[in-house]
């Protein structure tokens, strides 16, 4: 077994584009359709006339707004070639107790800039009639002043605790996961079932034949070749996964680890149901015309396009409920989005399993009674 495995290896190594055709795919077309999943923030070019703005609580405050990045600019007419040139769609002219703001590009953006703006002199002229009159005072009542709005702005006065909710049948809906998990998933079946494609070769020539007949057990040459294209799928997921993760900046609400184990059954599922096609179909060619439809179908029927929940027609829900792809989506859907425990995900792991164990079974015995 460990002799087929260093050859599937071997192999791999030698022509890995299949591999990297499907991956690359996967992680465009969720980049394309889906976003980066990052939050952005819009830039927004700054130019203070007054100097005494630079280094005050305005630019403290403006520089820890979330919503917005400013960039402060040396000179006026740099911050106005940005907004002509539509690289900024608002630019402002900060001064000590007022503002100018110059709107290139009429959006709700530039009333939310405004707020932000507004906020950030409240705070700041705030600050100024504190100080102010702490310079009226002398001694310990100036310092006690001070001290009083330090402490005032550590601890406020009181607190506020916002929670939601939400009912039992709500439904989340995230386009960067949808499109992430649904194409992950959909590719996948593609680079699994592609790998076992040549057991249809080497039965053509007499290699399987051989092999059979050789002092390999012929389990092990089963579990050689269902161990090596589980492996380069879940390699693919991991991959995938990982780049959305670290380099895109998805989060995965703190489950990437919980999302990355979860996918072992889905993984599992489609090796079973590549084998069952491949003791299915009589050669190549019919192979590699079946694979797509199937793939398509699934993707379709299970919610990678679009959420079943959308779906009205009460034949399409039937189906998905035998396809291994609806119940793939439905676990990275629980443990990403819904956050569900691993108990309330015990059903559709259950049946991913039972469908790969019925659909090895199935597919090894066809194919030992057939000869292709």
């Known amino acids: 077994m460990i002799g087929i495995l260093l050859t599937k290896i071997r192999m791999f ?55 917005f ?26 001064r000590d107790t007022s503002y100018q703001l110059i709107v290139g590009v009429d959006s709700p953006n530039a009333a939310m800039i405004e707020q ?21 005072n002398a001694g310990e009542e100036r310092v006690s002043v001070l001290e009083a709005f330090d402490k005032a702005m550590d601890v406020p006065a009181f607190e506020m605790e916002t929670t939601s909710f939400r009912s039992q049948d709500a439904v989340i809906y995230d386009n960067t996961f949808q499109t992430l998990f649904g194409f992950t998933l959909f590719f ?10 040549p057991i249809l070769v080497e039965k053509r020539d007499g290699i399987w034949d051989r092999m059979i007949l050789s002092p390999v057990r012929k389990w092990e ?73 199937i793939a398509v179908s699934m ?22 409920k035998i396809n291994p792809l609806t119940y793939g989506m439905e676990v990275l859907n629980g443990v990403v989005l819904y956050g569900y425990p691993l108990e309330d995900l015990l059903f559709p792991i259950s049946i991913l399993v039972l ?12 194919m030992e009674r057939r000869h292709v």
Not at 79 to 90: F, T
Not at 313 to 318: D, N, W
């Open 13 to 67: 190594i030698r022509n890995p584009w299949t591999f990297i055709i499907f991956t690359v795919m996967s992680i465009g077309f969720a980049l394309i359709i889906g976003g980066n999943g990052a939050a952005t923030s819009i830039s927004v070019p700054i130019y203070a006339e007054d100097n005494s703005v630079k280094g005050s609580t305005l630019e403290k405050v403006l520089k820890e707004d979330e919503a």
């Open 116 to 136: 932000a703006i507004q906020r950030a002199y409240r705070e700041h002229n705030l600050e100024t009639a504190l100080l102010e009159v702490s310079i009226m």
């Open 221 to 293: 040459v089963y579990v050689a070749n269902l161990v090596y294209s589980f492996i380069e799928g879940y390699v693919q997921v991991v991959i995938i996964f990982c780049i959305f993760r670290f380099w895109v900046g998805v989060d995965f609400h703190g489950k990437f680890l919980e999302a990355l184990l979860l996918i072992i059954p889905y993984i599992f599922s489609i090796v079973a149901l590549s084998i069952l096609f491949t003791a299915i179909v009589k050669n190549v060619q019919q192979f590699n015309a079946i694979i797509p439809i």
């Open 69 to 94: 990045r400013f960039n402060w600019l040396i000179e006026e007419e740099e911050m106005l070639e940005q907004i002509e040139n539509g690289k900024a769609e608002v630019g402002v002219i900060l």
């Open 355 to 366: 469908m790969g164990v019925v659909m090895i079974g199935l597919g090894i015995h066809l």
């Open 188 to 197: 996948v079946i593609y680079t699994i079932a592609y790998k076992l494609q």
């Open 299 to 320: 993707a379709m029927i299970g919610g990678a396009y679009w959420p079943l929940e959308i779906v009205e027609s009460k034949i399409l829900i039937a189906i998905s």
